[in-house]
């Protein structure tokens, strides 16, 4: 007879509400499934989203959430033979090239089914498709393995993927400094490129930028009337990345190029939303792209992305997040909304 595993869950049971830390049955795992113990997760911008319903109509209620934590393995379902019990692994949204599994379903007290993704993370124990799994170097933190769910690949990635050469005497903007944004910025840095300047109205955000490379920072106003006073050439700012989702930034981005610059979109606005776009600035020159952070492998990047991360001073990249027990998660997202934290790091 089995013996199951029972853990607790943060569950999104209805859009705009406080998540519910319940206790739920972990099913028999399936073909191409791993069962981990979490250690650390953060929460992304991607949750807040789903929890404030800016995406539409969520038809999974109620569900798990989190895509982006480390752990250590706790029992392999049939067909996984690249991994061990006990060994520590990186859980992330972004998938292998591989077969993954079907969606776990959980069930509580009552019975009740909660649905799940192929990755959740606000849980003590979680059931993930092996595609979604990456093993995590032995002297890497813990806390800092686990900003390889998202942050890393998705930050370093929009900047490798788009940002093959560029003059040293360029500049680059970054329209959003929250975790990706962070993450962008050091990954410029590693390309050699000082002529940074970042966007954002949260002064602590633009302070840990500043702090970590950035030659401008400033909200909207600011860097515009930096612009205007020529303190930085326009005609000299040949990308633009935006991370915020918001409207007004991302047409900032836009409006902030040389003629011939390059804006890269990631953001994420509220369903229905849409930005301004003046015609001409594409007709004489300017190009726009979007990135959702699935056009980068981060199987076959891991190891750059680890090199890299392993050469900044970890105390500076702690700075970039604040510590919450799991009891305390709702806080935790009320304070990231409010921007009393640049990131959550939520430890179990």
Not at 8 to 24: D, G, M, R, V
Not at 34 to 45: D, N, Q, T
Not at 98 to 111: A, F, H, I, W
């Amino acid at each position: 007879m089995k013996n199951y595993y029972y853990s607790k869950f943060a569950i999104l049971h209805k859009t705009k509400k406080p998540l519910l830390i319940k206790e739920l049955k972990i099913p028999n795992l399936k073909k191409n499934q791993i069962l981990v113990k979490i250690k650390y997760s953060y929460i992304c911008g991607t949750q807040i989203n789903e929890i404030s319903g800016s995406k539409g109509k969520d038809k999974y209620l109620p569900h798990t959430l989190g895509h982006e934590a480390s752990g250590y393995i706790v029992s392999l379902g049939s067909n996984v033979d690249k991994f061990k019990v006990g060994e520590k692994v990186i859980l992330s949204w972004i998938k292998k090239k591989e077969l993954g599994s079907m969606n776990p379903c959980y069930l509580d007290r009552k019975n009740k089914k909660i649905n799940s993704g192929l990755v959740s993370t606000f849980s003590n124990l979680t059931i993930v498709s092996k595609d979604r799994v990456y093993k995590a170097p032995s002297r890497l933190p813990m806390d800092i393995a686990a900003l390889f769910g998202c942050a890393i690949p998705t930050g370093f990635g929009i900047i490798f993927n788009f940002l093959k050469k560029i003059s040293k005497n360029n500049y680059v903007g970054i329209y959003g400094v929250g975790g990706v944004g962070i993450m962008s910025i050091i990954a410029l840095n590693a390309m050699g490129i000082k002529n940074i300047y970042a966007v954002d109205k949260n002064k602590k955000n633009l302070r840990i930028a500043k702090n970590l490379g950035c030659k401008f920072i400033g909200n909207i106003n600011e860097i515009e009337n930096k612009i205007i006073k020529k303190e930085i050439d326009k005609q000299k700012i040949k990308y633009n990345f935006e991370m915020s989702g918001n409207k007004m930034m991302m047409e900032a981005a836009i409006k902030n190029l040389a003629n011939n610059g390059k804006m890269i979109l990631a953001g994420n606005t509220k369903k229905g939303d849409f930005i301004r776009l003046n015609p001409y600035d594409l007709i004489f020159g300017k190009k726009i792209y979007g990135f959702s952070g699935n056009d980068v492998s981060l199987e076959k990047n891991i190891t750059k992305y680890i090199k890299i991360i392993k050469k900044i001073n970890f105390k500076k990249l702690r700075d970039i997040f604040s510590t919450y027990k799991f009891q305390n998660i709702n806080k935790a997202i009320r304070d990231f909304k409010k921007g009393i934290v640049l990131r959550p790091l939520i430890k179990f």
